[in-house]
């Protein structure tokens, strides 16, 4: 019989090998579910994983796709580091797009390099001051963070759609509940010729690098791993957990404000109510399958990217449905969790006493 026994301490050789154990399991039940489909389980992993590789235009795709995944894990891992749980990033997201983009139309006959500082900013406002909302009554009236800003992604998702249906709505749509297209001037400038990669991912990989300078030199990454690992030595120590909870709330927000004017500047290049795509949520399989590390998190934005290119040629070529795909990456997220216990546990045989 086997029984999960605790460790003395974690296994530092199981946290180094979790994200690739991981990987690994759920390509496992991965084929089991498009078996179960019907499909060829290999022809599914091929489609998905290795010819996004193979193609040109698709390897520029995951350069776009993994912005989003990367910016806003950046952000979240520091909480997560600290124990502040942002599960919210989606309706962050959301509001940074919708904000930088009321921006856009609102100067939409007055070009300018001026206007996309501005949405930035807007964005970043903007998921700052919905991250804000759970900090507040966390730290005011000890709400769950979790469950706040949970339920503040389905709000934001509403206020979208009110608002591309009303004051946000082309005049000369026809009655859709879409913005306008975006001008040139509100349009993130491509950095890549023929492809849509835009200014969005070097911004993004500067991010990284600075994240982890943060992490490992700042006395901000210092303080938000002591909170999480020991929160008495922290208080101790003189951090403030009510401090360093809205910090984190506000950070991991601004950050996903900002990946949604990347978003809705660079790829959508308008507003509609199919923006939100699940970036928000994604992001807390990718900060955790790379163990809240920037560069591990960089590695793991670039996997994740592969599931959404690779799914999307999987939906055309094979005909798998996208809620497979969408099973396919939450099944990731359960595997990881699994294949984490074994940094804390071990499995030992026992034998049962006759």
Same mark, same amino acid.
């Given at each position: 019989?086997?029984?999960?026994?605790?460790?003395?301490?974690?296994?530092?050789?199981?946290?180094?090998?979790?994200?690739?154990?991981?990987?690994?399991?759920?390509?496992?039940?991965?084929?089991?579910?498009?078996?179960?489909?019907?499909?060829?389980? !290999?022809?599914?992993?091929?489609?998905?994983?290795?010819?996004?590789?193979?193609?040109?235009?698709?390897?520029?795709?995951?350069?776009?796709?993994?912005?989003?995944?990367?910016?806003?894990?950046?952000?979240?891992?520091?909480?997560?580091?600290?124990?502040?749980?942002?599960?919210?990033?989606?309706?962050?997201?959301?509001?940074?797009?919708?904000?930088?983009?009321? !921006?856009?139309?609102?100067?939409?006959?007055?070009?300018?390099?001026?206007?996309?500082?501005?949405?930035?900013?807007?964005?970043?406002?903007?998921?700052?001051?919905?991250?804000?909302?759970?900090?507040?009554?966390?730290?005011?009236?000890?709400?769950?963070?979790?469950?706040?800003?949970?339920?503040?992604?389905?709000?934001?998702?509403?206020?979208?759609?009110?608002?591309?249906?009303?004051?946000?709505?082309?005049?000369?749509?026809?009655? =859709?509940?879409?913005?306008?297209? =975006?001008?040139?001037?509100?349009?993130?400038?491509?950095?890549?010729?023929?492809?849509?990669?835009?200014?969005?991912?070097?911004?993004?990989?500067? +991010?990284?690098?600075?994240?982890?300078?943060?992490?490992?030199?700042?006395?901000?990454?210092?303080?938000?791993?002591?909170?999480?690992?020991?929160?008495?030595?922290?208080?101790?120590?003189?951090?403030?957990?009510?401090?360093?909870?809205?910090?984190?709330?506000?950070?991991?927000?601004?950050?996903?404000?900002?990946?949604?004017?990347?978003?809705?500047?660079?790829?959508?290049?308008?507003?509609?109510?199919?923006?939100?795509?699940?970036?928000?949520?994604?992001?807390?399989?990718?900060?955790?399958?790379?163990?809240?590390?920037?560069?591990?998190?960089?590695?793991?934005? +670039?996997?994740?990217?592969?599931?959404?290119?690779?799914?999307?040629?999987?939906?055309?070529?094979?005909?798998?449905?996208?809620?497979?795909?969408?099973?396919?990456?939450?099944?990731?997220?359960?595997?990881?969790?699994?294949?984490?216990?074994?940094?804390?546990?071990?499995?030992?045989?026992?034998?049962?006493?006759?």
């Amino acid at each position: 019989m086997l029984r999960l026994e605790p460790r003395p301490e974690p296994s530092r050789a199981m946290q180094a090998l979790t994200p690739l154990a991981a990987v690994l399991l759920t390509l496992l039940l991965g084929g089991l579910l498009f078996a179960a489909l019907g499909k060829d389980p !290999v022809a599914a992993m091929r489609v998905i994983f290795v010819d996004p590789l193979l193609d040109g235009y698709s390897r520029t795709e995951l350069l776009v796709k993994g912005t989003p995944l990367v910016l806003i894990a950046l952000g979240l891992s520091f909480g997560f580091r600290a124990g502040v749980w942002n599960i919210g990033a989606e309706g962050q997201f959301i509001m940074g797009a919708l904000a930088a983009g009321a !921006v856009a139309l609102a100067f939409h006959d007055v070009p300018g390099l001026w206007l996309l500082p501005l949405m930035a900013l807007a964005g970043i406002l903007a998921g700052l001051g919905w991250a804000l909302i759970p900090a507040i009554l966390k730290t005011r009236f000890n709400a769950s963070e979790i469950l706040v800003s949970l339920m503040l992604v389905y709000v934001a998702e509403q206020f979208l759609i009110a608002m591309v249906s009303g004051p946000l709505r082309d005049p000369q749509g026809f009655n =859709f509940p879409l913005s306008r297209n =975006f001008h040139d001037s509100a349009l993130l400038p491509l950095v890549l010729e023929g492809s849509r990669v835009h200014l969005g991912v070097p911004v993004t990989l500067i +991010a990284v690098a600075l994240a982890a300078f943060v992490s490992r030199r700042h006395l901000f990454g210092f303080r938000s791993r002591l909170l999480g690992e020991a929160p008495r030595a922290a208080a101790f120590a003189g951090v403030e957990a009510g401090r360093m909870t809205v910090i984190c709330l506000a950070l991991s927000g601004a950050a996903a404000g900002l990946a949604g004017m990347f978003e809705a500047a660079g790829p959508a290049g308008q507003l509609a109510p199919s923006l939100p795509v699940g970036y928000g949520f994604t992001a807390i399989i990718v900060a955790f399958l790379g163990r809240l590390d920037p560069l591990g998190i960089l590695l793991a934005g +670039a996997v994740m990217a592969l599931t959404y290119v690779g799914g999307e040629q999987a939906q055309y070529v094979l005909g798998i449905p996208a809620a497979a795909n969408e099973t396919f990456r939450g099944m990731l997220l359960f595997a990881l969790l699994a294949v984490n216990l074994l940094v804390h546990y071990r499995l030992r045989l026992v034998r049962r006493a006759r």
